[in-house]
């Protein structure tokens, strides 16, 4: 009998066959061409073992006896020398594995890698470095608030309109979680009593609210200045050195009219788009401007009811989303990207 399936002879042709099977398993040295080896010869459909013994039926009567004898005898040599191979290359690569696991203490420290502040941080890092100069100290207040601190002491009364803008999530207590950080001005104004008064207040706020340029939890930095004599000059001069070094002193800042419950008057604060330089683009719907903050002059109202005489003292305030600074700051599209703690977004935001 020939490998290509000719004629049936005696045990020669089986002698052939161990021979080659012999020569093949000496030149196995891993375990896919352990794996070939064995499919080649003892796999149920194709393999050399199999197609001997299916072809019994062709071999004389007299000879079938022998045959099967020679056939059962080569089949037990090819499991005997695939055991042992595999046995060899277990040791291998056990070997291996412990040579991989050794460590060598004559070798330099791998040093680990480090990770980079988070893009709201960055931003928020920033606007502190900017304001203390100017006298501002931070402050910080619980971001579970009661309704008092949050709307009522801010000028919004139960049935005030401009909740609805607010929408955020309560909980069964009746307390909620806070919508600004406003609440944070309002403990230290009761707090302190007495100005003067300069205080940055950054955190999560959250709202009911959720599309690429929104989030249900987003970051906020605010301002609060109470003193004597200040007047709606100082806001904007302030204003105007904090974005022109927040961004740049090419920057062009535009005050408009606006309403908010805790100021009077009130502005919101544009400045022209960092995207297109103020030439119109789709980020800034053709106009030139991006809206960047709030701001006005605190109402007398807020100040009487944490206790400071409003014929006394005047004040201002301010407050911007951190979210959306550092998404132009750092070409970020999507503001879901600030929350998924993506490794590789963080990687690239380095800061200045």
Not at 320 to 347: C, K, Q
């Amino acid at each position: 009998m020939t490998q290509n399936g000719g004629s049936i002879s005696d045990s020669g042709d089986l002698e052939t066959r161990l021979a080659e099977f012999r020569r093949q398993a000496g030149e196995v040295s891993d375990r896919p061409g352990w794996e070939r080896l064995r499919l080649e010869w003892l796999g149920r459909k194709k393999g050399v073992v199999r197609q001997l013994l299916s072809r019994v039926g062709e071999v004389p009567a007299e000879k079938r006896r022998d045959y099967g004898r020679l056939v059962n005898e080569l089949k037990q040599t090819v499991e005997a020398r695939l055991e042992d191979l595999d046995g060899e290359l277990a040791t291998q690569e056990r070997a291996a594995e412990r040579l991989a696991a050794t460590v060598d203490v004559t070798l330099p420290g791998r040093l680990p890698r480090l990770g980079s502040t988070h893009p709201v941080n960055l931003v928020v890092r920033e606007i502190a470095e900017i304001f203390s100069p100017l006298g501002y100290s931070v402050a910080e207040g619980p971001e579970v608030e009661d309704d008092f601190h949050n709307f009522e002491a801010l000028n919004f009364p139960v049935d005030h309109p401009a909740r609805d803008e607010q929408d955020t999530f309560f909980l069964a207590d009746g307390r909620l979680l806070r919508t600004h950080t406003s609440p944070v001005q309002i403990r230290t104004m009761l707090e302190r009593r007495e100005p003067p008064i300069r205080v940055l207040c950054p955190g999560r706020v959250y709202r009911n609210d959720n599309d690429l340029r929104h989030s249900p939890v987003f970051h906020q930095v605010e301002a609060l200045a109470v003193d004597r004599g200040i007047t709606l000059g100082d806001l904007k001069g302030t204003l105007e050195t904090f974005i022109k070094r927040l961004f740049s002193p090419d920057t062009g800042v535009r005050f408009r009219p606006s309403y908010f419950p805790f100021t009077e008057p009130s502005a919101e604060v544009d400045i022209t788009c960092p995207f297109c330089d103020g030439e119109g683009c789709k980020v800034c719907s053709g106009t030139g401007w991006m809206e960047i903050l709030g701001s006005g002059m605190v109402n007398p109202r807020v100040l009487a009811g944490c206790g400071i005489d409003p014929k006394v003292y005047s004040g201002f305030a301010f407050g911007l989303g951190v979210d959306r600074v550092a998404m132009i700051r750092y070409g970020i599209p999507n503001i879901r990207l600030l929350f998924e703690s993506d490794e590789r977004l963080l990687r690239q935001v380095t800061g200045r």
